[in-house]
T-cell receptor
Framework: AQKITQTQPGMFVQEKEAVTLDCTYD???????LFWYKQPSSGEMIFLIY??????QNATEGRYSLNFQKARKSANLVISASQLGDSAMYFC?????????????????FGQGTILTVHP | DAGVIQSPRHEVTEMGQEVTLRCKPI?????LFWYRQTMMRGLELLIY????????DSGMPEDRFSAKMPNASFSTLKIQPSEPRDSAVYFC???????????FGSGTRLTVV
């Protein structure tokens, strides 16, 4: 079974500074994907970034980057130049990937989330 | 692309009543997932479908819950009879796999009184 652990219930950061949200995972599978989602107070789930277990480079999407350390089974999200609009709940998730017909599939297992508050 | 559409956005019902939540996935997505979110348990996968066929329903709490996907553009999650502990936000999500994760709907906030 897969398990995702987010040890930081809440984090605070000053506007324009960088912040790292921690995520560790546990799986015996070799092929998996790691995701980060943002959930603002309005409630929707917004996909931020993806890292495949075989990707050689850390994923980046704009101000978001994923610090992937496979041996340590960690997939921390780094948000650079924080903005007030970044205040939200952030979820790390994992999917064990089984490839069929060129696509990968499987269910997402989520961590408990980290509430990020950006101060002006 | 209108995204994943869920209805209703909010539902308040009395204990014992039947509740039906609806979901229209993104066209072309062949996976559909139903999640439940509560403060105590976080995000839990209830069931997911591939090409309209249920693949894993191990997260369905009990027989009071049922889900169907009669075609590629529609799914329902039914609770009968509803109980106060079913109060939660229910999300539907769809995907075609790959690197882009799942697209979530806006959720249905269910309150059972």
């Amino acid at each position: 079974a897969q398990k995702i652990t987010q040890t930081q219930p809440g984090m605070f950061v000053q506007e324009k500074e960088a912040v790292t949200l921690d995520c560790t995972y546990d799986t015996s599978d070799q092929s998996y994907g790691l995701f980060w989602y943002k959930q603002p107070s309005s409630g929707e789930m917004i996909f931020l970034i993806y890292q495949g277990s075989y990707d050689e480079q850390n994923a980046t999407e704009g101000r978001y980057s994923l610090n992937f350390q496979k041996a340590r089974k960690s997939a921390n999200l780094v948000i650079s130049a924080s903005q007030l609009g970044d205040s939200a709940m952030y979820f790390c998730a994992m999917r064990v990937e089984r490839h069929a017909g060129g696509t990968s599939y499987g269910k997402l297992t989520f961590g408990q989330g980290t509430i990020l508050t950006v101060h002006p | 692309d209108a995204g994943v559409i869920q209805s209703p956005r909010h539902e308040v019902t009395e204990m014992g009543q039947e509740v039906t939540l609806r979901c229209k996935p993104i066209s072309g997505h062949d996976y559909l997932f139903w999640y439940r979110q509560t403060m105590m348990r976080g995000l839990e996968l209830l069931i997911y479908f591939n090409n309209n066929v249920p693949i894993d329903d191990s997260g369905m709490p009990e027989d009071r819950f049922s889900a169907k996907m009669p075609n590629a553009s529609f799914s329902t999650l039914k609770i009968q009879p509803s109980e106060p502990r079913d109060s939660a936000v229910y999300f539907c999500a769809s995907s075609h796999g790959g690197r882009y994760g799942y697209t979530f709907g806006s959720g249905t906030r269910l309150t059972v009184v």
